[in-house]
């Protein structure tokens, strides 16, 4: 199979918003139940809490029948190896609907990382997964049990796209004070820290939360179409300031990058990201007890990059993205496990024979993304439930060797 170049999950073009052209199967055990939630709606109205050893532990308990492979510890947290993605999906009610339906269902069956962006359907994603959470918790799940992600670094809409898009984004963002036009890279990308701050409140209002397990910048290498690395570097290490203060105030737990081509080119190509520059950024802001802790990489059949392509340095030795995150105690999150669902059919007869147990070949693309040494977890765009209730057969099912990983890439 063909590598894929274009980017996702950004706004598509950048509306002549440049700063010269601005002028001014079974529902999970209720095991250990007895004891209250942890959850406990806040003063707010929002959820309050995270996702905490206890709590991740005893999600992992609901589930007897997963198999040992499934669920990983990373930084003491619990997740599972499948995790629920929210990207694609018209702005509609009815996506939205079946959405908050399918992270429910994702929980239930034991996905308890639940990923989304705030321009993912224009801050409708997010909406959804807040309802997802509000249901679980009434269910009786806590919301210490469930990790949950987004990302900010592209403009958005609120809700649908608007007649005139540069209009609003000078009114929402540049006439308000949070963007200045020079804060802005390819029209469309900003990581200035008092814009991460309204993104970060707005997400958190999104989602009906006090607080967020993990925030990414999102696709921080766009910034690189524009500025040079210099600037890239200060831009960089102004926005790790402020999100360590946004660790220490409590509305985030920690924060990552995660990206399209930033760990995937070679090295000294545009967009190509430095892991160990950037973890070497957070020690400058925060020493030992930075809160760099999470790294998000397009990893399938089709892309493989990440594993193949040594294009990171990590003590003068060069290295994949998957080893070096490892080395450097990173938590490595694989986005795009079905490449939008082009790898959950037709693929080769001679990647079937590999894995001939599984029922389906979206089955197959995900056990190979979760399989891979290095990867947490492997996250799979699920908007419904039918899907989600096939793709999370796989919980109990044991990862295939690490043998096996080269022979499956060989295969598609």
Not at 23 to 28: V, W
Not at 258 to 285: D, F, I, K, M
């Amino acid at each position: 199979m063909n590598g894929i170049d274009s980017g996702c999950c950004g706004m598509a073009g950048a509306f002549g918003y440049e700063k010269e052209h601005y002028d001014g199967n079974e529902t999970a055990k209720r095991v250990s139940m007895s004891e209250p939630p942890s959850s406990i709606q806040a003063a707010s109205g929002r959820i309050s809490g995270y996702a905490t050893p206890e709590g991740t532990s005893r999600y992992r308990n609901r589930f007897p029948a997963a198999h040992p492979s499934h669920f990983r510890e990373r930084d003491g947290i619990v997740l599972g190896s499948i995790g629920i993605g929210t990207y694609l999906g018209s702005a509609d009610e009815r996506t939205d609907r079946l959405y908050s339906e399918s992270i429910a269902r994702a929980v239930e069956l034991g996905a308890n990382v639940v990923d989304s962006a705030i321009n993912y359907r224009f801050q409708r994603s997010e909406r959804s997964v807040g309802r997802a959470l509000r249901d679980l918790v009434a269910q009786g799940f806590g919301r210490d049990e469930i990790v949950v992600a987004t990302k900010a670094g592209f403009l958005s809409f609120d809700g649908v796209p608007p007649r005139d898009p540069r209009t609003y984004f000078v009114k929402a963002f540049i006439e308000t004070g949070i963007l200045d036009p020079g804060d802005i890279a390819g029209g469309t990308h900003a990581m200035a820290p008092r814009f991460l701050g309204h993104q970060i409140e707005t997400s958190l209002r999104n989602l009906g939360l006090e607080t967020i397990d993990i925030f990414y910048l999102h696709n921080p290498e766009t910034q690189l179409d524009t500025v040079d690395q210099r600037e890239f570097a200060a831009r960089i290490l102004r926005a790790f300031e402020f999100l360590e203060s946004m660790v220490e105030s409590g509305r985030i737990r920690s924060y990552g990058t995660a990206t399209w081509n930033g760990y995937r080119n070679p090295e000294g190509s545009p967009r190509h990201l430095a892991l160990g520059e950037l973890v070497q950024c957070a020690h400058e802001v925060a020493g030992d007890a930075h809160h760099f802790r999470v790294i998000q990489v397009p990893f399938n059949l089709s892309m493989p990059e990440a594993y193949l392509l040594e294009n990171q340095t990590v003590r003068g030795q060069p290295t994949s993205a998957l080893r070096a995150a490892s080395e450097l105690g990173l938590t490595l999150m694989a986005s795009a496990a079905l490449l939008q669902a082009r790898l959950s059919r037709n693929l080769p007869a001679s990647l079937r024979e590999q894995l001939p147990d599984l029922a389906s070949d979206g089955q197959r693309a995900i056990q190979f993304v979760r399989s891979t040494p290095g990867v947490t977890t492997a996250l799979v765009g699920m908007s419904q439930p039918v899907h989600v209730e096939e793709n999370l057969e796989l919980v109990g099912q044991p990862c295939v060797s690490p043998d096996a990983i080269r022979t499956l890439i060989d295969a598609a």
